[in-house]
């Protein structure tokens, strides 16, 4: 794993450029694919080079310079990654939409950097929003239940959701629990208040609470 902090939006470009260059590179020398996942965190992180040489609360700043520089990078980008197998994932973030009288209303109030030139040219967007804290006994966070929506998708079919629960510890990313409201979801679990009800294929009834789950998973595979 490689590890980048670039400093502007520019450099994060110019990383993702590179890593490209690299990727082909190796293709024309081995005739093998490179298998290379990309993460930017995030696309609304990193100032550009005119923000960092205006200074901060300069006037006469360029508006969308982040959209213009996106929208000229993916034309580039998006070549590359139609002949190599590299996966890019860019992260952005959602921010409330400013008007002239304050904070927009109505049924678009969020906005987000470069958000055109990077849903236009993306395979797949997700968008995730947090829905419920999972706290202990003693009312301290221990997780959280994120709810994950596929906008756009050209691969199959899109606007499907998954609930997905986080834990705050070294677990994670929940694998049991997004099966077991996978397996509720289309009735393969029944859930009665806080248990969920399982018949077996020799016809028993095994009864459980969702922090048991994993167990079951390991008891009986064939769910």
Not at 12 to 38: N, R
């Amino acid at each position: 794993m490689l590890l980048f902090q670039p400093e502007t939006t520019e450099d994060a470009i110019g990383v993702i450029k590179e890593l490209f260059a690299k990727a082909k590179e190796h293709h024309d020398a081995t005739g093998e694919d490179a298998l290379i996942t990309i993460i930017l965190d995030s696309a609304a992180g990193a100032p550009t080079r005119g923000e960092m040489a205006a200074g901060l609360g300069a006037e006469g700043q360029k508006a969308g310079g982040h959209a213009g520089l996106y929208s000229q990078a993916m034309r580039q980008i998006v070549r590359g990654i139609a002949s190599t197998r590299i996966a890019l994932i860019i992260i952005n973030q959602e921010k409330e939409k400013l008007s002239f009288t304050g904070f927009a209303r109505g049924d678009s109030t969020k906005t987000m950097i470069a958000a055109n030139p990077l849903n236009f040219h993306s395979s797949m967007i997700l968008t995730t929003h947090r829905i419920q804290i999972i706290k202990d006994s003693k009312k301290v966070p221990q997780g959280i239940v994120t709810r994950v929506r596929v906008k756009k998708n050209k691969n199959a079919a899109p606007f499907s959701e998954a609930d997905v629960t986080i834990w705050f510890d070294d677990r994670g990313v929940d694998d049991a629990a997004s099966i077991l409201a996978m397996a509720v979801a289309i009735n393969i679990i029944e859930k009665d208040r806080a248990w969920y009800v399982y018949e077996c294929d020799d016809g028993d009834i095994r009864k459980f609470q969702a922090a048991s789950f994993k167990n079951v998973l390991e008891e009986l595979p064939e769910i």
